[in-house]
Each structure stands twice: as structure tokens, then as C-alpha cells.
Antibody
Framework: EVQLVESGGGLVQPGGSLRLSCAAS????????MHWVRQAPGKGLVWVSR????????SYADSVEGRFTISRDNAKNTLYLQMNSLRAEDTAVYYC??????????WGQGTLVTVSS | QSALTQPPSASGSPGQSVTISCTGT?????????VSWYQQHPGKAPKLMIY???KRPSGVPDRFSGSKSGNTASLTVSGLQAEDEADYYC????????????FGTGTKVTVL
């Protein structure tokens, strides 16, 4: 059974940093593209970032380009999202998701990031 | 990359059918057969219901079906059941390195 468990969310001041983690199990982690998707309170889903299996290819939404960095440790079956220069508009539940057949096949339970002073 | 356009709400009585539209452009829905649909219950993570326009993952009831025509995709839920009440989001591959995926605005389905 595929399991994705996010952690690392919390309350951070504007301009601060946070690192999210997503522990994966139940599948061959190293062969799958992995993504971060976020959802602001009461709003819709927004794609944030993706990384390929060996970490050599990464993409970001324009809204986070230059502030967020996606990475992975295939030895630890873990996906990361380093978030710097956080803004109020980054407040959201952050989900990690496994890609299969060009779709988000499996999702974690999400971790809440709140950016506020 | 603008969000795909979905109606805010849709409803139907138990046993009836409801169809949700998802409108994009030739750069996303119209350009690729990579439309997917997600169901999200309140406070829960999204769940994949349809991928590659019309394919169902294992375990998804065949009451859920997808289609596409031009720049518009559709999700139909037949034989509505109480547990189908949820938010539904479409998504499409958009091919760009920046923002290669775009989601729809979401549709709240109510079972009357």
C-alpha cells in the first residue's frame, strides 16, 4: 500500500523559512516523479513543484520560483520542500503526491503552513 | 498559467447523474490527453478518480466516467450516492517546464 506522510508544517513569520518532508513507502520511490501541491484555506488546488526520479530535473510554479527548492533523498525515500522568504499568500495545506500516468495517483494527508506575524 | 474553469456547484438527487465541465485552452486540455479528475471530501486529501481523460484507477466505481471534446473535459457521475457529495477538481498537463500542470477551480457536488 502506498503511503505518503508529510511533516514540517507550522507557524512561521513573513520572510521566514520552513522545510517540509514527505516520507514515502509502499512503492519504488526512486522511479517516480514526485510533486508538491498546495491548497489555501477554503480555496482550490494549486501545483507547486515537481522533481524526477533521480533529482536531475525540477520545475516550479512562477509564484514560488526562486524561493522554494524541491529535493529528494532516494536512500531515505523522502521528498523535501525548502521554503524561504515566506509570504502570507503561501499559507496553505501542502500535499506531496506521487505521479503515475501523468496524474497525481497518490496523496499524503497534507501539512499546514501558516505564514503570519 | 490560469486555472481551468469549472462551475462552482452541481447537484442531483440520489440515483440521478451529474456532469461537471472543465474548460481550458489548446495549450492544456486541448493539447494533451492527460486530463485527470480528483474527489476531495472536507478535511481530506484529494483522491484520483479519472486519469488520461477517461481511465479509472483500480477501485474507482464505474459510475464515474470522463470524456473530452476540444478544450473542454467532463466528468459524469451516474447513479449518484450520498458519499459522492464532495469537491471535484480537474487537472491537465500543460507541457511547459514552468507550471506543467494546472488544476481547475473546483466544483462542489451536492446530493439532494
Amino acid at each position: 500500500e502506498v503511503q505518503l506522510v508529510e511533516s514540517g508544517g507550522g507557524l512561521v513569520q513573513p520572510g521566514g523559512s520552513l522545510r517540509l518532508s514527505c516520507a514515502a513507502s509502499g512503492f519504488t520511490f526512486s522511479v517516480h516523479w514526485m510533486h508538491w501541491v498546495r491548497q489555501a484555506p477554503g480555496k482550490g488546488l494549486v501545483w507547486v513543484s515537481r522533481i524526477n526520479g533521480d533529482g536531475s530535473s525540477r520545475s516550479y510554479a512562477d509564484s514560488v520560483e526562486g524561493r522554494f527548492t524541491i529535493s529528494r533523498d532516494n536512500a531515505k525515500n523522502t521528498l523535501y520542500l525548502q521554503m524561504n522568504s515566506l509570504r502570507a499568500e503561501d499559507t496553505a495545506v501542502y500535499y506531496c503526491a506521487r505521479e503515475e500516468n501523468v496524474a497525481f495517483a497518490d496523496w499524503g494527508q497534507g501539512t499546514l503552513v501558516t505564514v503570519s506575524s | 498559467q490560469s486555472a481551468l474553469t469549472q462551475p462552482p456547484s452541481a447537484s442531483g438527487s440520489p440515483g440521478q447523474s451529474v456532469t461537471i465541465s472543465c474548460t481550458g485552452t489548446g495549450s492544456d486540455i486541448g493539447g494533451y490527453n492527460y486530463v485527470s479528475w480528483y474527489q476531495q471530501h472536507p478535511g481530506k486529501a484529494p483522491k484520483l478518480m479519472i486519469y488520461e481523460v477517461s481511465k479509472r484507477p483500480s477501485g474507482v466505481p464505474d459510475r464515474f466516467s470522463g470524456s473530452k471534446s476540444g478544450n473542454t473535459a467532463s466528468l459524469t457521475v451516474s447513479g449518484l450516492q450520498a458519499e459522492d457529495e464532495a469537491d471535484y477538481y480537474c487537472s491537465s498537463y500543460a507541457g511547459k517546464n514552468n507550471s506543467p500542470y494546472v488544476f481547475g477551480t473546483g466544483t462542489k457536488v451536492t446530493v439532494l
